[in-house]
């Protein structure tokens, strides 16, 4: 069954320090991936996906992520973290054997930068 | 472009009152639309799924009587939440797949009280 696990509750950061947000997923094939941001009281935003091809991904508001098959991860990183980037994070896996493509989240993880 | 709103951003009602709340996908075709909960410091929990023109599918233990989807069109899904009580009180998140895609984009939420 697909699954996915963020082993990391919460994550505080100094800013301009680098940050690196952990996911771990159980699927059957090759996954699509994503993480998404989600500030206080408002919805998702996508920050950046995987489907096939370059392991290294980049995403908007400077994030990049690694797929490791060998690790089955897909680990979120910035290499120099910003006040305003403080929100919670959610790794995600889309079922493509459903024809509906549900997303399966992690738990997230509540990233929190000191000034 | 993929901008996905909801309607209205809070709400409060009274308990055994029916509330509606609307998602439409602004800039896109959305075969696919999902609704989801989440309740304070926690994940999404997938509630339903809609397609455009047919019933929607509940995840379990959803009660299908008391949260009625309907996917009227291509850019708008309805979730009316039937005779609340205070323990509906939650954030609704929905999210919009483009057709042949498996990203979804994610509305702000709407966050439903009642008393």
């Known amino acids: 069954a697909q699954s996915v696990t963020q082993p990391d509750i919460h994550i505080t950061v100094s800013e301009g320090a680098s940050l690196e947000l952990r996911c771990n997923y159980s699927?059957?094939?090759?996954?699509?991936l994503f993480w998404y941001v989600q500030s206080p009281g408002q919805g998702l935003q996508l920050l950046l996906k995987y489907f096939s091809g370059d392991t290294l991904v980049q995403g908007i508001k400077g994030f990049e992520a690694e797929f490791k098959r060998s690790q089955s991860s897909f680990n979120l990183r910035k290499p120099s973290v910003h006040w305003s980037d403080a929100a919670e994070y959610f790794c995600a896996l889309a079922d493509r054997g459903s024809t509906l493509g549900r997303l399966y989240f992690g738990r997230g993880t509540q990233l929190t930068v000191w000034p | 472009g993929a901008v996905v709103s909801q309607h209205p951003s809070w709400v409060i009602c009274k308990s055994g009152t029916s509330v509606k709340i609307e998602c439409r996908s602004l800039?896109?075709?959305?075969?696919?639309m999902f609704w989801y909960r989440q309740f304070p410091k926690q994940s999404l929990m997938l509630m339903a799924t809609?397609?455009?023109?047919?019933?929607?599918?509940?995840e379990q233990g959803v009660e299908k009587d008391k949260f009625l989807i309907n996917h009227a069109s291509l850019t708008l899904s309805t979730l009316t939440v039937t005779s609340a009580h205070p323990e509906d009180s939650s954030f609704y998140i929905c999210s919009a797949r483009r057709t042949a895609s498996y990203e979804q984009y994610f509305g702000p939420g709407t966050r439903l009280t009642v008393t």
């Open positions: 699927y059957g094939a090759t996954p699509y």
């Open positions: 809609s397609n455009e023109g047919s019933k929607a599918t509940y």
């Open positions: 800039d896109f075709q959305a075969t696919t």
